[in-house]
C-alpha cells in the first residue's frame, strides 16, 4: 500500500497560523530531512533554512549527537514528572541554566513551550504579590505589536490585534506601551536613538502611573522585539526601564523564548544589552528544536516566599522538563560550548549586517535591522516618505507573491505583516558568509521582481 503524503496532509493536518485554503490547488510543502543549515522537501529539492525552522533549530539540522542523547536518556528513564520529584536531567539542566543566566537568576521553572513560559511568568508575578499583601498587582505591560505566545495569558499579553479578537474576552491586565522601532519613530522623538529611547523608557513609567503602581506586577520585554520585524532596544533602553521598574516596586521579565541561546551573540540577551531581569522565559533554541523544552529562570527574591511554610507556586505542566527534552538540552549546551556558537555569531554578525544591507539600493527595502542572527527588512511603497503598503498590497505582495517565491527560489523565510510588511531572518548559528551571500542573492532577486508587480 503507498501513501499518499499530500493526500494525506490535506485531508488530515491542520497546520498552524495558515490559511488552509491557499492549499486547496498547490502542494503543501513537506520538508522530510535537514542537514547543517539546509533543509530538503519531499521531491529532494534543498533549501537554505533562514529562518532556523523558526527561531529554533540553532545548532543546525542533522546533529546526530542530539538524536542521540535523546536515544539514550529515553531508554534509562524516558518520563517521570517533577510534580513533587526529581531526575537527574532536570537537575543538572537547572544547574546549568542558572550558572550561565546573569546575577542572581538561579531558579528554573520547566515548561515545555515559549508560550507556556510566558504564563508562568506572569502568574507567579502575580502570586508573589500576593504573598506580600500587595493583592492589587496582577497588571502587565507590554509593548505594541509584541508577539508573546498564543495560550490565552499569552495571548492577552501579546500586543497584535488581529490575531487576539477571535479568542476575546482575554484575561484582564493586558497594557500596551509604543515598542522600539526607531524607523517608525514619532518626530517628536526621532533626533537620535537616544533620545528616542529615553521617550520610549518614559511611556513605560507613563503608563504604570495611569494605570496606578499598586496595580501593575510586571512589564514583558524581549531583548530584540521580533513581531514587526526586528526591533533592537535604543542605548541605555533597558537600563532605564529597569530604574523604572525598581521605582515603581515592579517585576521586569525578559522573554527570551527567541533571543536566548545565541541568537544575539549570548547565552541571553539581558547580557548583551546589560540589563538585570527579575525574569528569564526561554524556550525554542534551549535544544535547538530536537525535543520540546521551555521554562523560566528567576530571581532569588521571588522563590523566597515559597521557601518556608505552606505556600507553594500552584502552577505545573505534565511534561515540564521532560527527561528527553533535558538530556538534548544539555547535549545542545554541549556543542554550544564546544564551537562556541555565540562566538561564532559575535564574530560574523557585522559580515550579516552588511550582506543584507547591500539590499539598501532597491527601491521596496526602506530599512535593515536587527542584530546577532536576527533580523528584519522593511518593505515599503516610498523611500523618501517611508510610505508603507495597504492592506490590499499587501495581500498581493506578501501572500499573494513573496512568501511562495522566496520558498521556490530556495530560502525558507519569513514574509510578515502583523506590523509594517517585512522579511524576518534568522538562520542557524552555524552560518557564515557563503551563507549570508545565498540569503542575499536570492532576496535581490525575488524582491526586484516584487518590486516591478507594484
Keep these: 500500500m503507498t501513501f499518499d503524503l499530500q493526500e494525506a496532509a490535506k485531508q488530515h493536518l491542520w497546520l498552524h497560523f495558515t490559511r488552509m485554503s491557499a492549499y486547496g490547488a498547490g ?9 547543517g543549515p539546509y533543509v530538503y522537501d519531499d521531491h529532494g529539492k534543498r533549501y537554505l533554512d533562514g529562518l532556523s525552522g523558526l527561531f529554533v533549530t540553532m545548532a543546525g539540522h542533522g546533529r546526530t549527537e542530539l538524536a542521540e542523547a535523546a536515544s539514550k536518556q529515553a531508554s534509562e ?7 513533587s520529584y526529581a531526575h537527574p536531567a532536570a537537575v543538572a539542566l537547572a544547574a546549568r541554566l542558572a550558572e550561565l543566566a546573569p546575577g542572581d537568576l538561579n531558579r528554573v521553572f520547566f515548561t515545555t513551550s515559549g508560550s507556556e513560559a510566558v504564563e508562568s511568568a506572569w502568574k507567579l508575578a ?10 492589587g498587582r496582577y497588571k502587565v505591560l507590554s509593548r505594541d505589536i509584541a508577539y508573546h505566545g498564543t495560550s490565552m495569558g499569552a495571548l492577552a499579553i501579546t500586543g497584535l490585534a488581529d490575531i487576539k479578537s477571535a479568542f476575546e474576552p482575554l484575561p484582564p491586565g493586558g497594557v500596551r506601551v509604543p ?20 521617550w520610549a523608557a518614559d511611556e513605560i513609567e507613563r503608563a504604570i502611573l495611569r494605570e496606578g503602581p499598586d496595580s501593575v506586577a510586571c512589564v514583558f520585554l524581549e531583548p530584540v522585539q521580533n513581531s514587526g520585524g526586528c526591533f533592537p532596544p535604543p542605548p541605555g533602553y533597558f537600563q532605564r526601564v529597569r530604574s523604572i521598574c525598581d521605582r515603581h516596586g515592579v517585576l521586569l521579565v525578559s522573554d527570551e523564548v527567541i533571543c536566548a541561546f ?8 539581558a547580557e548583551r544589552y546589560g540589563y538585570l531581569p ?10 535547538s528544536g530536537y525535543s520540546p523544552l521551555g521554562g523560566m529562570i528567576v530571581r532569588e527574591h521571588l522563590m523566597e516566599p515559597f521557601l518556608s511554610g505552606h505556600s507553594t507556586f500552584l502552577h505545573g505542566v505534565t511534561f515540564a522538563g521532560h527527561p528527553v527534552s ?19 555569531v559575535r564574530a560574523h554578525e557585522g559580515a550579516f549586517r552588511a550582506t543584507l544591507e547591500k539590499l539598501s539600493d532597491l527601491p521596496i527595502v526602506g530599512d535593515v535591522r536587527g542584530a546577532g542572527y536576527f533580523y528584519g527588512i522593511e518593505l515599503v511603497k516610498d523611500k523618501a516618505t517611508k510610505e508603507t503598503f495597504d492592506d490590499d498590497e499587501c495581500e498581493r505582495l506578501l501572500r499573494g507573491f513573496l512568501s ?26 552555524i552560518c557564515t558568509q557563503e551563507h549570508f551571500d545565498m540569503i542575499e542573492q536570492i532576496l535581490r532577486s525575488v524582491l526586484t521582481e516584487a518590486w516591478s508587480r507594484v
Excluded: M
Aim: with cysteine; glycine share 10%.
Design 27 to 35: 502542494d503543501i510543502p513537506v520538508i522530510v530531512r535537514g542537514s
Design 77 to 83: 528513564l524516558a518520563y517521570f514528572p517533577l510534580w
Design 126 to 135: 502575580k502570586q508573589y504579590f500576593k504573598l506580600r499583601g500587595e493583592y
Design 179 to 198: 515598542n522600539t522601532n526607531f524607523y517608525r519613530a514619532p518626530s517628536f522623538a526621532a533626533g537620535s536613538e537616544e533620545e528616542f529611547g529615553v
Design 262 to 269: 545565541g541568537r544575539l551573540g549570548y547565552y541571553f540577551g
Design 278 to 287: 527579575d525574569i528569564i522565559t526561554f524556550a525554542k533554541g534551549a535544544t
Design 326 to 344: 533535558a538530556a538534548v538540552a544539555l547535549a545542545n549546551l554541549d556543542i554550544f560550548e564546544r564551537e562556541d556558537l555565540p562566538g561564532n
Design 404 to 429: 511562495h517565491a522566496l520558498f521556490d527560489a530556495g530560502l525558507v523565510c519569513r514574509a510578515d505583516d502583523r506590523g509594517d510588511p517585512v522579511i524576518q531572518l534568522a538562520p542557524p548559528l
